[in-house]
């Protein structure tokens, strides 16, 4: 089973700064990631999949990188909508699939 | 509109059975491939099951194979997952979520979720 980490687990961030937020894998799921949001008491949403493409609405201010084992969610500039929940997936080898703990984005 | 519904969560003691629904609308169901993911109180997410278009294909993780069973009805639109011999552990939100038409693994549309408790 690949096991995804996420760092940190709690960002604090002020609103219009940029967050960076990181998922590594126990092994490498190549380009096979996807990132999702979840505000609380609902459902998680697709925000970007192989790694950097952003699903279908998203606003261009997320941007997903990296390949391998190392992988960067990055917020250019945050809006008080993007204070939330963010975790990382990997569909590279399954199953099973598997998520990472998650990254709390808080205000600062 | 993609819709997804679910529906039959609620209390049940340990050993005991659901089966959760997840009623599909707004896109041709039978094209993708579906998925339960549960989320305990708190807690990440948990990939649970998933099923093919047909049916034909079904995968689930470690800790719910023998007790979980993952099905489809085309046509009804709807989805299911048959949970026996329940454990505390197993006490989560559950979510149906439709894989992208080109994918089996990245999920684009979610429905809001169902919630299991299992406690005596």
């Known amino acids: 089973e690949i096991v995804m980490t996420q760092s940190p687990a709690t960002l604090s961030v002020s609103p219009g700064e940029r967050a960076t937020l990181s998922c590594r894998a126990s092994?490498?799921?190549?380009?096979?990631l996807a990132w999702y949001q979840q505000k609380p008491g609902q459902a998680p949403r697709l925000l970007i999949f192989?790694?950097?493409t952003r699903a279908t609405g998203i606003p261009v201010r997320f941007s997903g990188s990296g390949s391998g084992t190392e992988f960067t969610l990055t917020i250019s500039s945050l809006q008080s909508e993007d204070f939330a929940v963010y975790y990382c997936?990997?569909?590279?080898?399954?199953?099973?699939?598997?998520f990472g703990g998650g990254t709390k984005v808080e205000i600062k | 509109e993609v819709q997804l519904v679910e529906s039959g969560g609620g209390l049940v003691q340990p050993g005991g059975s659901l089966r959760l629904s997840c009623a599909a609308s707004?896109?041709?169901?039978?094209?993708?491939?579906m998925t339960w993911v549960r989320q305990a109180p708190g807690k990440g997410l948990e990939w649970v099951a998933n099923?093919?278009?047909?049916?034909?294909?079904?995968y689930s993780v470690d800790s719910v194979k023998g007790r979980f069973t993952i099905s489809r009805d085309n046509a009804k639109n709807s989805l299911y997952l048959q949970m026996n011999s329940l454990r505390v552990e197993d006490t989560a939100v559950y979510y149906c979520?439709?894989?992208?038409?080109?994918?089996?693994?990245?999920?684009?549309?979610w429905g809001q979720g169902t919630l299991v408790t299992v406690s005596s």
């Open positions: 979520a439709r894989a992208i038409r080109t994918t089996v693994t990245i999920f684009d549309y």
């Open positions: 707004g896109f041709t169901f039978s094209n993708h491939w």
């Open positions: 099923i093919k278009q047909d049916g034909n294909e079904k």
């Open positions: 092994q490498s799921v190549s380009s096979n």
């Open positions: 192989g790694a950097s």
């Open positions: 997936q990997q569909y590279n080898n399954w199953p099973p699939l598997t």
